[in-house]
Structures are given as structure tokens and as C-alpha cells.
């Protein structure tokens, strides 16, 4: 049976039926109500509001009993009756709405049932959910029709949007690869729930109409390969869309506004659009293009025409006048300089650059060639250090034996990045390895508990946990220094150049397992001391040369920046609870290999959301999907993400409980990796 939904709204109706009446309850599963004229109390209960039976009880009200009750009784049977049969006519009804709507629509698609077959179950008598109608699929309570797919049928008739716009939970509608003719009506605004449609390969004609980009919901418009006409609406007011595929068509006039940075999918190659190419994202190339003789733009052969400049006679007053801009506008231009100027030597006031690292052996650019995020050199050389060389404490470490706190200062640095928490440099030392120096300014710690802090976090090894190798502290800052891993990071494999090399789920689950493992263990080890790693994410999870992930500034910052509640008193399972969030996001992010911007809050909601629509495939990455990852297990692992990210820290699992399942994960792909082994 299907769900009976507006339901709901008919019985609010049925009640005006017993006016005056006095409402006294209501609630989703029952409603009661006094009819002050017999003295007599309703109470309707749905025992199952989707199999739409009720039961009505009914309670002489004792204080009212009077000469004319057993008059009253009659008429209270009467009226239960009454009610009983209007609310299951109506319930009825409603599951007979769908039904009809649905062959209705079947009707015009099909005009004589020329191609579905009796078997098909499509008819008045049956259910589509229960007795399974070809092409329809149901909730997992078999109650809702979520999605119709009917394609390569040859169903050659016309597409009835108002009728199956009245199945009000449908996400899918895919009619591909047939004959069906005609427009697509307005109403197709109807399907408010709409996530996926697909029309590609029919006859369709006509325009689309304007309140298709009324569709709150819509994620993919597939209607390539039709004879749409006409302009494009305007689909940035859609700001769900990830797809837009309409190549083929005969489409006019401009290319209409899309939200391109959010748009995975885009074509509109061979229509008859002109105009320039509005996506100034890049993202997508010549064959999203093609086939449109009057398009211009950088994707394409053919690039846009300059406007042409109002050609103006200057007369001498004129002349002055622009000179006198032109004047006054270099006067503004030299003052900005000088602004920058002096508020960048502000900033760098404490970075001096060595006159003996002109140029870097690695870089081979000069030092006059700075730039925060391009490769530029200084030296790290601090105001405050000035040569304090016992302020530095060297670990045992056979890395880098022998160094000294001069050499460090001396070698040509090179910064890598400047974050939230401080700045990252590159230094070489003469003859020794690469190393980066974390430099972190304004950390409230005071100089005793910070070395206390890194004595304990170097006492404790773990192969996937980058070691310290030295450290220095003053009063303003704090330097901590790293072996340089030259494979670079997580966050490089999923998202930077190197995407290109193929990064398999057998690889992902082994760095999941590997991190959990680490995080597992420095928790264990450094719970007395309430030291978590603070700061997890694909940037700070580096590949070491034998590309063996591991993690690196442990236990640097204080306070996590990631986790929404930070705010609160911090138990000793909470302050260990921000690295087990910090970790889901790293699975969502190994998963969907989409990147995590500013908190992660972005990431998490969408996956979030789309869990809960139950299109939880949509979130892998299709590459994972492309290589034929198991489903099963990456819905697993989807899982233990979901848990970490609980935003009730307490409800999160220990990271000693994410390695017992993400090991079982494991051991299953590895079984099944030799299993099919030949
Ligand atoms: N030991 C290392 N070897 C090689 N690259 C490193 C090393 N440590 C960090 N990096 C890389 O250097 C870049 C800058 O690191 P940095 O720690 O400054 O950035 P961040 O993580 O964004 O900042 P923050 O840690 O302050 O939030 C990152 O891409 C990071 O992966």
C-alpha cells in the first residue's frame, strides 16, 4: 500500500463534517475531539497510518449523562461509523491517486499499449510497490514510488509531466532511448522531490520550459540527443546541478548563466548557440563545446571579437582632462605601493633575508624573486634568536646528527606554506638532509610545559608517525623541525597534480587502516597527558619514500580548529574525541576524493544530506566506482566516517574502535583480492 501522506491533511477536513466540535488533541499518530452537542468524545487512533486503518473510540462523558443517553449512543455508533468510512474512502483515495496518475501517464506513453506487456503488472488492480511494476522502484518499505526507469523501450507516445508529477516523491525519472515526441510541459516543476532526470535519445521538441530551473532538488538533467528548441533558462537560479548534458539539440541564442564551479558534467556541443562561452572556470574543454557555429571563446578555435573602442577625436580640453586622470591615478597607484610595501616589511620584520643564500642549489631562482606560495628563500633567521644556540634541542636522531642551531639558521630557506598556525620552511643545511621547520608564533604555552610536551611526544615511536627531530623555543616562538618527505601528502594524492597516478581503493583502506592505527596508539600512549594530535588532515598526513603514509606535527596545537564544539569543557575521552572527527572528515575525503575546505563542515553536510536522501552511491568518487570497488565495503567505511563526525563528541567511536572495524574492512578486501586471483 502506498503511504498516505496528504492524508493527513484530508482528515483536517473530515473534522468540519462535526462542527461545532472542540479540538483537543492533535498529534501524528491520533486526534481526539469533543462533539459538544451529544456530550460525546472521539478519539481516532491510527494504528498504522500507512495501511490507513483507524480505530474511534468513543466516551460518553459521565458528568453529562442525561434522560436522552441512550438516544446519544445510538447516534455516537452512528457517527463512528461515519468518520470511519470517510477517512478510509479518502485514505483510499489517496493510494488510488498515484495508481491512476501513474497509468495515466503509461497511457500517453505508450498510446495502445503497444509495447508494455501484461506482465509488466501495470494496472489499476495491483500495487506498483507490492506487486512490483516494471521500471517503478520503491522506499525499502516498499510504501513510496521513488523512481521510474523506462528506458530503451521504444515507447513512442508522449511524456504526461502533470500526471507523473503527482507521484510526489519521485527523485528519478529516466525515459532515455525511446521515441516519445512533444514538449516538456511546465509542470514539470511539480516534482519538487526530482534529483535525476533523464530524457537523452527521444524526439522531444520545443523549449524548456523556464520552471525547469524551478526544480529545488535537481542534481543531473541528462537531454542530449532530442530536438529541443529555442534559448536556455537560465539554470543559475539551480544550485544543485551537477549535471547538465544537452548536446544534440537545437538550442539558440546564448549560453545561459550555471553555477560552472559547482557543475561536475557540462555539454552543449552541437546545438545552434552563439555568443561567447560564459564558464570563465576552464573546467570544461572543446567537446563540451563544438558543433555551435556562431560560439566563440578560449575553448574553441574560434575566439571571441575585442568590442571595438568609440574612436574619439581628442580636443585639447579633453587631452587635459584624461591627462589629469591619468596623472592622478599614478599618484594613487604609487601611494597603494607604498602601503603594501610597508605593511609587508611589517610582517616580515622578524624574517630577514641572508645575503648568503642568493640562490638555493635546489630552487635556482634568486632571492629577489619572492613569493609566499612559489618557491621563494629565506633564511629563517629570527630577531629574537640571534645566535642563541643552546636554546635548541637536538633529538636523537639519526638524521641529523650533528647539527646545529646555526646551521639551521644559516642554510637557505625556502617557504612552503603559510597556515592558520604558523609558517613552514624548507631548509637545507650544507652537506646534510632536507628539513622543514614549523614555525609557530603566539602559542600560549610557556616554555617548560612545551618542553615537557615535546620530551613526551618523542618518547613515543610509531613507524606512521613523523618524529620530531629538533625543536626551539622563546618567548614569542617556537620552532619545530621535521625530516623534509619529498613524496609530499594525502592531501596531494587525492587533490594535486599528482591525481593523475592512480590511487585505488586498496591503497585508500591502507591508509585509512595505517592512520587510524597511529592515531590508535599515540592516544593509548598519550592519555595521561591529554595530548591528541589537534590538527589532522590531508595536508599533515605525509608519504615517506616508501610512500607509507604518515602523520606529521603531532600534537602541535592546543586546541583543535575542526571540531564545531570546541567550546566545551573537555573530558579526557572529548579532547581525544576532536582527532576521531578530524579522522572521519579524512575518510569522507578518501572516499568522495573530493577536498575539504575551511572546517570540513562543508563536506560533512554534504555528505551528510546525501546519505540521508539514500543515494549514498552518489558519494564515492567515480573513480573508485570506474575501478569496481566493493561497494559493500566502502559503504563500511562511509559508515565508520559517519560515526567519527557524530556531532555529539561522546557518541564518536575511540580511535581503538575505528581500527577494529577498518581492520575487518581490510582482511575482507584482501580475502577477496586473492579470491579472485587467478
Ligand atoms: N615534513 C614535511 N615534508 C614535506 N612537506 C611537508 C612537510 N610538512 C608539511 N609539508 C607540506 O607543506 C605544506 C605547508 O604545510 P603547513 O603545515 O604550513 O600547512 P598547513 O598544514 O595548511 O598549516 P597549519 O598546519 O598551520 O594548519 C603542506 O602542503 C604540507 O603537506
Redesign the pocket.
Known amino acids: 500500500m502506498l503511504k498516505s501522506r496528504p492524508l493527513w491533511n484530508q482528515l483536517h477536513l473530515s473534522f468540519d463534517h462535526f462542527q461545532p466540535a472542540e479540538l483537543l488533541t492533535s498529534s501524528h499518530c491520533g486526534i481526539s475531539f469533543t462533539n459538544v452537542q451529544t456530550f460525546f468524545a472521539f478519539q481516532l487512533i491510527f494504528i498504522d497510518s500507512a495501511s490507513c486503518i483507524c480505530i474511534i473510540q468513543l466516551h460518553q462523558k459521565s458528568d453529562k449523562l442525561s434522560s436522552k443517553s441512550e438516544m446519544d449512543r445510538i447516534l455516537s455508533v452512528f457517527l463512528g461509523v461515519f468518520v470511519f468510512v470517510l477517512l478510509f474512502s479518502t485514505a483510499k483515495t489517496e493510494d488510488e491517486g498515484v495508481v491512476t496518475a501513474l497509468l495515466a501517464f503509461m497511457d500517453k506513453l505508450d498510446p495502445g499499449s503497444a509495447q508494455i506487456a501484461p506482465n509488466w503488472g501495470w494496472n489499476a488492480s495491483s500495487d506498483p510497490c507490492t506487486s512490483k511494476w516494471v521500471g517503478v522502484t520503491c522506499d525499502r518499505d516498499n510504501k513510496t514510488v521513488k523512481k521510474i526507469v523506462l528506458e530503451q523501450l521504444n515507447l513512442s507516445g508522449t511524456l504526461d509531466v502533470g500526471s507523473v508529477c503527482m507521484v510526489s516523491n519521485l527523485l528519478v525519472l529516466s525515459l532515455s532511448f525511446n521515441n516519445i515526441s512533444g514538449s516538456l510541459q511546465p509542470e514539470i516543476s511539480n516534482c519538487i522531490r526530482l534529483t535525476h532526470l533523464y530524457l537523452s535519445g527521444n524526439r522531444f521538441s520545443g523549449n524548456l520550459p523556464d520552471s525547469l530551473t524551478e526544480l529545488p532538488n535537481v542534481k543531473r538533467i541528462v537531454i542530449s540527443n532530442n530536438g529541443f528548441a529555442g534559448e536556455l533558462p537560465d539554470f543559475s537560479r539551480i544550485t544543485t546541478l551537477l549535471t547538465f548534458f544537452a548536446q544534440n539539440n537545437r538550442f539558440t541564442g546564448q549560453i545561459p548563466g550555471f553555477n560552472y564551479r559547482q557543475l561536475e558534467d557540462f555539454n552543449v556541443a552541437n546545438n545552434d548557440l552563439s555568443g561567447p562561452i560564459p564558464d570563465d572556470t576552464g573546467r570544461f574543454d572543446a567537446n563540451s563545446f563544438v558543433g555551435n557555429q556562431q560560439l566563440c571563446g578560449k575553448e574553441l578555435p574560434v575566439s571571441c571579437p575585442l568590442k571595438k573602442k568609440k574612436k574619439h577625436k581628442l580636443k585639447l580640453r579633453d587631452f587635459l582632462i584624461y591627462s589629469g586622470y591619468v596623472i592622478l591615478g599614478f599618484i594613487v597607484v604609487v601611494l597603494i605601493a607604498l602601503l603594501l610595501f610597508k605593511k609587508k616589511k611589517q610582517r616580515d620584520d622578524d624574517v630577514k633575508i641572508d645575503p648568503s643564500t642568493k640562490k638555493s642549489p635546489e630552487s635556482g631562482h634568486s632571492s629577489g624573486s619572492r613569493n609566499s606560495r612559489a618557491r621563494s628563500e629565506f633564511s629563517i633567521t629570527s630577531v629574537e634568536s640571534g645566535g642563541v644556540s643552546s636554546s635548541m634541542v637536538v633529538l636523537s636522531s639519526p638524521v641529523v646528527n650533528g647539527l646545529r642551531f646555526e646551521d639551521l639558521l644559516k642554510a637557505p630557506a625556502e617557504l ?9 620552511y624548507k631548509v637545507k643545511p650544507d652537506g646534510g638532509v632536507g628539513l ?1 621547520v ?1 614555525r609557530i608564533k603566539d602559542w600560549k604555552i610557556s616554555r617548560d610545559e612545551f618542553k615537557k610536551r615535546m620530551q613526551k611526544i618523542d618518547q613515543i615511536k610509531h613507524p606512521n608517525v ?1 618524529p620530531l627531530v629538533a625543536y626551539y623555543s622563546s618567548k614569542q616562538e617556537k620552532l619545530l623541525v ?4 619529498q613524496n ?2 594525502l ?1 596531494g594524492l587525492l587533490h594535486g597534480s599528482q591525481k593523475s597516478q592512480m590511487f585505488d581503493w586498496g591503497s585508500r583502506l591502507s591508509v585509512a587502516s595505517s592512520i587510524a592505527a597511529a592515531l590508535a596508539f599515540m592516544h593509548q600512549e598519550l592519555q595521561a597527558d591529554l595530548i591528541p594530535h589537534g ?1 589532522i ?1 590531508s ?2 598526513i ?1 608519504l615517506k619514500n616508501d610512500m607509507e603514509p604518515c602523520l ?2 603531532y600534537g602541535l596545537m592546543a586546541i583543535d580548529h575542526q571540531d564545531p564544539d570546541q567550546t566545551n569543557n573537555r573530558t579526557t575521552i572529548t579532547t581525544f574525541k576532536v582527532d576521531v572527527y578530524a579522522f572521519g572528515v579524512i575518510l569522507l575525503e578518501l572516499l568522495t576524493g573530493k577536498p575539504v575546505q575551511d572546517d570540513g563542515s562543508g563536506l560533512v553536510n554534504w555528505v551528510s544530506s546525501v546519505v540521508k536522501e539514500e543515494w549514498t552511491v552518489e558519494v564515492f568518487d567515480k573513480a573508485l566506482i570506474v575501478e569496481g570497488a566493493s561497494e559493500e565495503r566502502m559503504v563500511g567505511l562511509l559508515q565508520v566516517a559517519l560515526k567519527c563526525i557524530n556531532a555529539s563528541p561522546e557518541l564518536r567511536p575511540t580511535m581503538g574502535q575505528v581500527v577494529t572495524i577498518i581492520s575487518s574492512l581490510k582482511e575482507e578486501e584482501e580475502q577477496s583480492m586473492t579470491s579472485s586471483d587467478p
Not at 621535521?482 to 618527505?485: G, H, L
Request: charge should be positive.
Open positions: 612552503l606554506g603559510r597556515g592558520k598556525h604558523g609558517s613552514l622543514v614549523k613523523l621535521y625530516e623534509y618527505q609530499g601528502s592531501f590538527n588532515k595536508s599533515n605525509l606529521s606535527e
